[in-house]
């Protein structure tokens, strides 16, 4: 394997001119560097990310905490970050939680120890993000916020989406309404709840305790509690999904039983599921601006790392969409 000394002999040069055409080529002409970069080209040789990133102080990594790689909203979000990381020469590395606080903190100590720029997190834990703000790392929160915690975040508003989609149900004549969420501890959830009852309340429907169930945003639990519900001796006429995985686990459930969508029960969600454009009927969700939120928390974080000065928090929430396919039948 070729060295910066071999690179240094066959294009003439000093090991001190090699190292400034890769660390500092604005003190160095364009002649001498476009000599070196051909010999470096001819060697085959790779400069070591190491040495130029004590040179630098910096990585020019950035590390990824997800919480369900399962889940495509997440999937849909890493791409576009890795998008956008990539075209600023920053490079992505990625872990995933799957929801457990313990693995997440884990997994962040194992980022900092390869000492990574700044850390994109979903996190599960709150105590994960006090043990980041502490350590002074770039950091900033993607989909989930913590009350009192002053640091960067984008997400969107979960709120106005919850509001939005069950006045179309209520639109729609529905008054019983299933409702598929999270176990409650997480911020979506909690605010997808919140607009959901605040929704139902101001158009003066009882909401019933026994359709609302925590089906912890996962596939399974979704599938055994629709089977639930829809084999009870009076079920919902609508279902609200608060996650795309839970949507498959009602898609299922409802198909098992043998009943249809959305003739035999009417089914919406948050976020969309993969196949959505081919699938019959289309299910009417909210729609997340992903690639908005992997641009703007890519941006944010990236300013901080070059710009550590900076002192102004930037909280934002993005517009959610609904769309609306066929999903929804009309209750008389």
């Not at 240094?8 to 001190?16: G, H, L, P, Q, W």
Request: proline fraction near 5%; hydrophobic fraction near 40%.
């Amino acid at each position: 394997m070729a060295t910066i000394h071999d690179v240094a002999r066959r294009a003439r040069v000093s090991v001190m001119t090699v190292s400034r055409v890769l660390n500092k080529p604005d003190k160095v002409s364009a002649k001498t560097i476009k000599k070196v970069k051909r010999v470096m080209d001819e060697l085959g040789y790779q400069p070591s990310q190491v040495a130029r990133s004590l040179v630098k102080r910096r990585t020019n990594t950035i590390g990824i905490v997800m919480p369900d790689i399962k889940n495509t909203f997440f999937n849909s979000w890493f791409r576009s970050v890795e998008k956008y990381a990539r075209l600023s020469g920053y490079t992505t590395l990625l872990c995933n939680t799957d929801e457990d606080p313990e693995d997440e903190m884990k997994l962040v100590k194992t980022f900092l120890a390869h000492r990574v720029d700044g850390i994109l997190i979903v996190p599960h834990s709150e105590e994960s993000v006090k043990y980041l703000m502490k350590a002074k790392v770039n950091t900033v929160l993607i989909d989930r916020v913590y009350e009192g915690i002053d640091i960067d975040f984008v997400a969107t508003d979960h709120y106005e989406g919850a509001v939005r989609l069950t006045e179309y149900l209520i639109g729609s004549g529905h008054r019983k309404i299933g409702v598929l969420r999270g176990p409650g501890i997480l911020f979506p959830d909690i605010e997808r709840h919140r607009g959901f009852s605040d929704a139902m309340e101001k158009n003066k429907i009882e909401i019933f305790s026994r359709y609302v169930h925590n089906c912890e945003f996962m596939e399974d639990k979704a599938f055994e509690t629709v089977t639930q519900l829809l084999q009870d001796g009076d079920p919902p006429t609508a279902i609200f999904s608060f996650n795309s995985l839970m949507t498959i686990g009602a898609i299922k459930a409802i198909s098992s039983l043998g009943l249809r969508i959305p003739r035999d029960v009417s089914l919406v969600g948050y976020d969309e599921i993969p196949g959505n454009e081919i699938f019959t009927p289309g299910i009417t969700h909210i729609k997340q601006p992903i690639e908005e939120l992997g641009r703007n928390a890519t941006k944010i974080l990236i300013a901080r790392i070059e710009n550590p000065r900076q002192k102004l928090k930037q909280n934002i929430f993005l517009k959610p969409e609904l769309v609306i396919r066929e999903s929804c039948a009309s209750v008389a």
